[in-house]
């Protein structure tokens, strides 16, 4: 619509401008100012439609597609060294920045559990190289943030043993507990940096804390399991810890496991609650039942069944 316009008023500009309405004789065509007039028009014309016209795209398509084949290359490029760099490691299983490449080209190449497994090498020789301990720790999370959860906090804590003064690797920290929706974790993050005497400007942690205390009905139940339960539990498939007030309603809290990623010690919190804004009772059976399938249902078997449990005095429940 926009190239019909202006066609139609230059069409116009040069009626008149010739018939200088009636006038023709008046008009010398070889007059420089009408010539760099209608030039100008021309090349305005030609620029407008170049820029709204598929052209350019089509360039810039064409460069995307380049990249992308740079790209591909590259990848192929690395897949084939790495059977070279495995081999190098094999024979000086301590060259550390081998190990580093190979996390790294594993990465590119979306191998996540082999990047991980190399980083963790790496850093088994060399620890204090802050930028590669959290590389391990993206890769973790993104390989699985809930079951490498014990590797990723220990690695922040060797990240801070190195600087406890950086406030970015406390953030992180706090991000990875809110994607994991633990707010046990978030508390003692906040707690840590509000009570470190090197870090300033806490305002907003203090606010940060202070609020979740205020909008959170809080309880906590740490359950350990003894040596024996735990040997016995961590075969079954799919596991449940359900906290019910009464034994013939509703479960007030559940936390699922899997058995091959159970702990001596779980933790059970408002995040388990099966209703958010319920309120939390004060005192609870705990049950512990298996299952093939990862969700509850009416057909659960029942492993265990604990006494009462006053959730307003007792912060641990020991099983054996």
Same mark, same amino acid.
């Given at each position: 619509?926009?190239?019909?316009?202006l066609?139609i008023?230059?069409s116009?500009?040069?009626?008149?401008l010739f018939?200088?309405?009636? %006038?023709?004789?008046?008009?010398?065509i070889?007059?420089?100012?009408?010539?760099?007039?209608?030039?100008?028009?021309?090349?305005?014309?030609v620029?407008?439609?170049?820029?709204?016209s598929k052209?350019?795209?089509?360039?810039?398509?064409?460069?995307?597609?380049?990249?992308?084949?740079?790209?591909r290359?590259?990848?192929?490029?690395?897949k084939?060294?790495?059977p070279?760099?495995?081999?190098?490691?094999?024979?000086?299983?301590?060259?550390?920045?081998g190990w580093?490449?190979?996390?790294?080209?594993?990465?590119?190449?979306?191998?996540?559990?082999?990047?991980? &497994?190399a980083?963790e090498?790496?850093?088994s020789?060399?620890s204090?190289?802050?930028?590669?301990l959290?590389?391990y720790?993206?890769?973790?999370?993104?390989?699985?943030?809930?079951s490498?959860?014990?590797?990723?906090l220990?690695t922040?804590?060797q990240i =801070?043993?190195?600087?406890?003064?950086?406030?970015?690797i406390?953030?992180m920290q706090l991000?990875y507990?809110i994607n994991?929706?633990?707010?046990?974790?978030t508390?003692?993050?906040?707690?840590?940096?509000?009570e470190?005497?090197?870090?300033?400007?806490?305002?907003?942690?203090?606010s940060?804390?202070?609020e979740? %205390?205020?909008?959170?009905d809080n309880?906590?139940?740490?359950?350990?399991l003894?040596?024996k339960?735990?040997?016995? =539990?961590k075969?079954?498939?799919n596991?449940?810890?359900?906290?019910?007030e009464?034994?013939?309603?509703p479960?007030f809290a559940?936390?699922?496991?899997k058995?091959?990623?159970l702990?001596?010690k779980?933790?059970?919190?408002?995040?388990n609650?099966?209703?958010?804004?319920?309120?939390?009772?004060?005192?609870?059976?705990l &049950?512990?039942?298996?299952?093939?399938?990862?969700?509850v249902?009416?057909?659960?078997? %029942?492993?265990?069944?604990s006494?009462?449990?006053?959730?307003?005095? %007792?912060?641990?429940?020991?099983?054996?």
């Amino acid at each position: 619509m926009i190239y019909f316009i202006l066609i139609i008023s230059l069409s116009v500009y040069l009626i008149f401008l010739f018939r200088n309405i009636g %006038e023709r004789s008046n008009i010398l065509i070889m007059d420089k100012s009408i010539i760099t007039t209608i030039i100008i028009l021309l090349i305005f014309i030609v620029m407008v439609f170049y820029n709204t016209s598929k052209i350019s795209q089509h360039h810039e398509y064409d460069k995307i597609l380049i990249k992308h084949q740079e790209i591909r290359n590259n990848i192929s490029a690395i897949k084939k060294n790495i059977p070279k760099l495995k081999s190098r490691l094999e024979s000086d299983p301590t060259y550390y920045q081998g190990w580093v490449m190979l996390a790294k080209s594993y990465l590119i190449t979306d191998d996540l559990l082999s990047s991980s &497994y190399a980083y963790e090498k790496a850093i088994s020789l060399r620890s204090d190289d802050k930028i590669i301990l959290e590389e391990y720790i993206s890769s973790l999370i993104n390989l699985d943030p809930k079951s490498h959860k014990e590797k990723i906090l220990d690695t922040f804590e060797q990240i =801070l043993a190195l600087d406890s003064t950086d406030i970015n690797i406390y953030n992180m920290q706090l991000n990875y507990s809110i994607n994991i929706n633990d707010s046990s974790l978030t508390r003692k993050i906040l707690k840590n940096i509000i009570e470190n005497p090197n870090i300033s400007d806490k305002e907003q942690y203090v606010s940060a804390l202070e609020e979740m %205390e205020i909008s959170t009905d809080n309880f906590e139940l740490q359950i350990i399991l003894s040596n024996k339960i735990y040997n016995k =539990l961590k075969d079954v498939t799919n596991l449940f810890f359900i906290l019910k007030e009464f034994s013939e309603g509703p479960p007030f809290a559940v936390y699922r496991v899997k058995g091959i990623n159970l702990k001596q010690k779980i933790n059970i919190n408002a995040n388990n609650k099966m209703i958010k804004d319920i309120p939390t009772p004060k005192k609870v059976n705990l &049950y512990i039942k298996s299952s093939s399938k990862e969700t509850v249902d009416t057909n659960l078997t %029942e492993i265990y069944k604990s006494d009462s449990i006053n959730l307003s005095k %007792e912060q641990q429940y020991k099983i054996d």
